[in-house]
């Protein structure tokens, strides 16, 4: 997760680097040090634990839409700040009540994230990327995995998510190199789900994260649980829990209201319950 020294601005030391906004059943996050490209210090890694802990637990937020202020995703770790933090045991960003928003110490997030990138997105934004669900960047965004040319690795799961997402080659051929990719390159392998024209990427993520967020809480959280678990422990773990947990949903009151809309012909109106 090392990225680019910050660059430029000064900005107020205690201004919060995350904004939080409720829209609906979707929580917005946003990184917010425009003034630095969004370059991660140890106050936005931590703020940004703490809204993915919120959007774990709180019953009512459905979906998680991550974005960012400005012109830039994020020019990574703002190096000054963060790697004097670093301790024998590694660096410690999650705070009481956080989660770790790149989920490598084991823990798992159970809502789905979507993900909208622009301008420069750099190591941790990528890894934030690979550890959402669905991405959508606008036509200006480059990516950049550049640890090596930082005399590190990549800390935040891209080693393991992305040969798994875009194939061997291709995860080789910009993680051992550090080389930038284009948003069309980023789809073209399937880091990037959908490239939308410059300044687009917001709305049409909010548009999908919506789109999630009218269906069916606790299915979707099934859904999502059961991929992640084929990925984990593979295929017959998975498959495994596929009729247990159908069971599990058909006592719920959100396969009532299911079945009634499709009876009755009408959008249903799912309480996550």
């Not at 891209?158 to 798994?164: D, F, G, I, V, Y």
């Not at 930038?180 to 990427?201: S, Y």
Request: proline share 4%.
């Amino acid at each position: 997760m090392i990225g680019a020294d910050a660059t430029g601005g000064t900005g107020a030391a205690d201004r919060p680097r995350v904004s939080i906004e409720r829209r609906g059943h979707v929580l917005l996050i946003g990184l917010d040090r425009p003034e630095k490209r969004n370059a991660a210090d140890l106050r936005m890694l931590r703020e940004l634990s703490l809204a993915y802990g919120r959007l774990d637990r709180d019953p009512e937020l459905r979906v998680g839409l991550v974005f960012a202020h400005g012109d830039h995703f994020t020019a990574g770790l703002d190096l000054g700040d963060v790697m004097p933090a670093v301790t024998d045991a590694g660096l410690d960003i999650v705070p009481e009540g956080g989660l770790h928003p790149w989920q490598v110490d084991g823990t798992a997030l159970t809502k789905p994230v979507v993900i909208a990138v622009q301008g420069t997105c750099l190591t941790l934004g990528v890894e934030l990327a690979l550890a959402s669900d669905i991405v959508v960047a606008d036509s200006s965004t480059r990516f950049g995995q550049i640890e090596v040319s930082r005399a590190i690795l990549p800390f935040g799961g891209a080693t393991t998510r992305l040969p798994r997402r875009v194939g061997w080659g291709d995860a080789m051929r910009y993680l051992l190199t550090g080389d930038l990719l284009d948003a069309e390159e980023a789809r073209r392998i399937g880091l990037v789900q959908e490239v939308v024209p410059e300044g687009a990427a917001f709305d049409r993520a909010l548009a999908l994260a919506e789109r999630i967020a009218s269906q069916a809480p606790l299915a979707v959280q099934a859904t999502l649980a059961n991929a992640r678990l084929a990925l984990r422990e593979g295929e017959a773990a998975a498959e495994a829990r596929l009729q247990p947990e159908l069971v599990r949903l058909l006592t719920s009151d959100d396969a009532r209201e299911g079945l009634a809309a499709f009876t009755e012909r009408r959008e249903a109106r799912f309480s996550g319950s």
